[in-house]
């Protein structure tokens, strides 16, 4: 069935230094891939989102890269804060809307060190 | 901003009885939605619907149904409450080509 693996599930970095999480999704008819940010006590946050007709998008200090032939995403954090600390789930979808499933991977714990 | 709020954010029920679980939304968005999120397993998808009084399974609908009389209002509902059913549930709306926003969850003990 459709899957989402995401790597790896706890990361700890050292405040400024840069973190990454990657994604693997299985259904080729995936074309958008949002991300997800959780903090303590709270509901997912989106943070950022890509559609597949773009390979990378930028928002400040976080980017998401896409490769659609080798089917994996990632998400990367420039510059590291101690307010970054949450887990992050990343999710696979042919639909921004939800009118097509949302596949969550199983979410990754950053710490991030002061 | 978009509000999705859901009505309890802590509740402790017994094993055997009905629960409800309340979400509305201020957006009138049409799509909403309910997940389960567990340790390690990620947010699995319980039902959702596309509009009032439409209903569709998710991945995990056993033990589950739910109700949407109104456009911003979706109700999740365990019948016979157990165990395994102990859990956060997260509520999302979305409206087309939009993404989803989450509601900050309830957490259900059964105990």
């Known amino acids: 069935g459709e899957n989402v693996e995401q790597h790896p599930s706890t990361l700890s970095v050292q405040e400024g230094d840069s973190a990454v999480i990657k994604c693997t999704y299985s259904d080729s008819a995936s074309n958008y891939f949002p991300w997800y940010k959780q903090e303590l006590g709270k509901g997912p946050q989106l943070i950022i989102d890509i559609r597949s007709n773009v390979g990378e998008k930028k928002d400040q200090r976080i980017a998401v890269t896409l490769n659609k032939t080798a089917k994996h995403f990632s998400l990367h954090i420039t510059e590291t804060q101690p307010e970054d600390s949450a887990v992050y789930f990343c999710?696979?979808?042919?639909?921004?809307?939800?009118?097509?499933?949302?596949?969550f991977g199983t979410g990754t714990r950053l710490k991030v060190l002061a | 901003d978009v509000k999705v709020t859901q009505s309890s954010r802590y509740l402790v029920k017994r094993t055997g009885e009905k629960v409800f679980l309340e979400c509305v939304q201020d957006m009138d968005h049409e799509n909403m939605f309910w997940y389960r999120q567990d340790p390690g397993l990620g947010l699995r998808l319980i039902y959702f619907?596309?509009?009032?009084?439409?209903?569709e399974k998710g991945d995990i609908p056993e033990g589950y149904s739910v109700s949407r009389e109104k456009k911003e209002r979706f109700s999740l509902i365990l019948e016979s409450a157990s165990t395994n059913q102990t859990s956060m549930y997260l509520c999302?709306?979305?409206?087309?080509?939009?993404?989803?926003?989450f509601g900050d969850g309830t957490r259900l003990s059964i105990l």
């Open positions: 999710a696979a979808s042919k639909s921004a809307s939800g009118t097509y499933k949302y596949i």
């Open positions: 619907s596309y509009d009032v009084k439409m209903k």
């Open positions: 999302a709306s979305s409206v087309e080509n939009q993404p989803q926003h």
